[in-house]
């Protein structure tokens, strides 16, 4: 086995496509200690700069105090704490839906929520886009799935005019914001869709979290949709700055993934330390959107300056701006390059993006100062130029 693996290894290194991981000796801010280097930090889901925020720290240092570092159980036997349950009606009332049914991250959230909720028997029509937690949460659902192109309503109004005869239940399952090109999905014509044709509606809001609506509340808040979507995914490893992921949506959804969303019987809850910390995160973004305006302020400034330099920044609607390379192997030259010179920006390639569209995606946060920016477009420009990109 392992010389097998040692001859893909070798594959990887052959396509210039071969990494080691990076390490960060210190914490996830707008700079960072990167293999000992200090480098602006272009390429974190930190939006709001929350994951080393004083008064989230101290409440889970508190937290530890009182409740030690570990649940000790899955949420069924005895790791379901106070913490938890004070968790769940915080974020139930911040997403204005009824409940919120908290995993231990994001990727067995939609893994173990799928799957709860469809089988055998029963239609997933997907987003081209989709996260690989979506596809493998369809994948254990062992439902039928049908892809759409990304975001054509008109496909996806096909395939359910073709297929929606054939099953009962029809689950319809799209990223709110695409994490790798940062465009917004077409919820309210999804949901349109949806009731139409009797068919379910599933959004994965990870980048949608924090970024967008009232206080960060998220794309159904964005488009006004309350009510209508029937699960809500997040994540709380993102712009809420910690570990976890949830669903939102109606109380018999929480009830029913209480029994059957796998995680929850059998991986240990959240730790205290940790559900304490995402308590005072959400109670952050809801006191006030100061740092939800400054994150998109600070995106808009990006996204207009490099738009000036003649990079490729697709069709970005969030602070995401990817810069489309194409190639696989320049594209990690590039962020080698970019890195040299004191910019972190991780290229992104095939297979988490289709083939030849390669590209380093650039997250910006409500950290980032102006002087940071202009320093990433400067040092941009630069390895363009010597790469022949522009
Ligand atoms: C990051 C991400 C996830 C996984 O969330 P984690 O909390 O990091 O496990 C799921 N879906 C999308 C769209 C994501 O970007």
Known sequence: MSKLLERKVQELKDQGVYRKLPINYGACGAMINLNGKEVINLTSNNYLGLANHPRIKAASIKAIEKYGVGAGAVRTI????????????????????????VYQSGFNCNAGTIQAVTGKGDLILSDALNHASIIDGVR?????????????????ERLIKEKRADYETVLIITDGVFSMDGDICKLPEIVKLAKKYDCLTYIDDAHGSGVLGENGRGTVDHFHL??????????????????GGYVAGSFATKE????RGRPILFSTALPPGTVAAINESIK???????????LWENGNYFKAKMKETGFDIGNSETPITPVIIGDEAIT???????LEKGVFVSGIVFPTVPMNTG??????????????LDKAVDVFVEVGKELNII
């Open 78 to 101: 005895v790791g379901n704490m106070d913490l938890h349950e004070e968790l769940e009606v915080t974020l139930a009332k911040f997403k204005k839906e009824e409940a919120v049914m």
């Open 140 to 156: 254990l659902s062992r439902a039928d799935k049908a892809v759409y192109k990304h975001s054509d309503m008109k496909d996806l």
């Open 226 to 243: 309350h009510g209508q979507v029937d699960f809500i995914m997040g994540t709380l490893s993102k712009a809420v700055g910690v570990i």
């Open 256 to 259: 029913w993934l209480s029994h």
């Open 284 to 294: 952050v973004m809801s006191e006030s959107g100061e740092l939800s305006e400054k």
């Open 332 to 338: 990690m030259e590039f962020s080698r390059k970019l």
């Open 359 to 372: 590209r380093l995606r650039c997250m910006i946060t409500a950290e980032h100062t102006k002087e940071q």
